[in-house]
């Protein structure tokens, strides 16, 4: 998936330490994302994730990854198994 000008968005330090990356794109590549356009409904989709993930949902955030990112099952679990609590 290319991120374009987000990709070399610097993640912040708990995620850096988390997953061994250092930007967006090394993320994106990490996990596996499929070139899936990078929309503004994309962008609210990811957001909404976020937010059920910040309010304990972890499911959304695998539907996220999984359904439209194209992530595979068991990287998306271990990369939420990661994820820090932000």
Do not use: N
Not at 9 to 31: F, H, I, K, N, S
Not at 55 to 84: E, H, I, N, Y
């Amino acid at each position: 998936m290319e991120l374009g000008t987000w990709g070399s968005y610097r993640l912040p330090e708990q995620l850096r330490a988390a997953y061994g990356v250092d930007t967006a794109q090394a993320l994106a590549d990490q996990l596996g994302a499929k070139d899936t356009p990078l929309t503004p409904e994309l962008i609210a989709e990811a957001e909404a994730a976020f937010r059920a993930y910040r309010s304990g949902d972890t499911a959304t955030g695998r539907r996220f990854l999984v359904d439209r990112l194209g992530v595979d099952g068991q990287r998306a679990d271990d990369a939420l198994a990661k994820l820090p609590r932000l």
